[in-house]
């Protein structure tokens, strides 16, 4: 059975930024039978904000951008929360992650571990790229 992660936006400009490190590893397995990552309205809002700001440092084009969101979008499951966590973190923007992690049951993929710490009161895992990639097995 597929593991539910949460990709924080970290993750994801780290992936479209090089093609090189576990980031990119580990978004190339998007849509395949590794994991399901599960999506929130205020998730892919956020990815969209923060990729298509110049100080990201992609080098896609804004159809590129579009068509790689369109896919995350497409390929992650949509998770309803019924129920907010806030305020547990100490960056109030990343509540959200946290509020769909709980709500999924997924782990959160991040490079930001430390500030996810209060996120092992609900037992959810919070883990780097290159963790979780060994977790399943492939070789990071």
């Known amino acids: 059975m597929p ?3 949460v990709l924080d936006t970290n993750v994801v400009v780290s992936a479209l930024r090089s093609r090189q ?3 990119w590893r580990l978004f190339q397995r998007v849509g395949t039978a ?3 990552h599960v999506l929130s309205v205020a998730l892919i809002l956020e990815y969209e904000a923060v990729c ?3 100080s990201a440092g ?3 084009s804004a159809t590129e951008i ?3 969101l369109e896919y995350l979008a497409l390929t992650g ?3 309803p929360i019924h129920f907010l966590w806030r305020p547990m973190l100490p960056d109030p923007a990343d509540d959200h992650v946290l509020d ?3 709500a999924a049951r997924a782990a959160i993929i991040t490079y930001n571990r430390r500030d996810f710490g209060p996120a092992s009161q609900f037992g959810i895992a919070v883990l780097t790229p290159q963790q979780f990639l060994t977790q399943i097995g492939e070789n990071p």
């Open 66 to 68: 579009e068509d790689v």
């Open 21 to 23: 490190g576990a980031a």
């Open 100 to 102: 769909l992690a709980v």
């Open 34 to 36: 590794a994991f399901d």
């Open 3 to 5: 593991r539910r992660v």
């Open 52 to 54: 298509t700001r110049p």
């Open 58 to 60: 992609l080098r896609l």
């Open 77 to 79: 499951l949509r998770q």
